[in-house]
């Protein structure tokens, strides 16, 4: 299944991306996008567990970039 959330607060396309590398190690995940002019995260699972999936990526963002929020 795919997945859009929007972020806000993301402060520069550095950030993205090192925000884009970090999610994509996340086991679960595949196709993982990060679009700093959109402010938006994409990524494809095939798990079912996704409130297990977004804790581990709220985890990812507020190591990398603690400004930045992932809005449901």
Do not use: G, W
């Amino acid at each position: 299944m795919r997945k859009t959330y929007q972020l806000s607060d993301l402060d520069c396309a550095n950030c993205a991306a090192k925000l884009e590398a970090a999610i994509s190690q996340i086991p679960e995940l595949s196709n993982v996008s990060v679009s700093f002019m959109a402010q938006k995260l994409s990524f494809e699972t095939k798990s079912d567990n996704l409130e297990e999936i977004i804790k581990q990526i709220r985890q990812v963002i507020s190591k990398i970039e603690p400004d930045c929020e992932l809005i449901d």
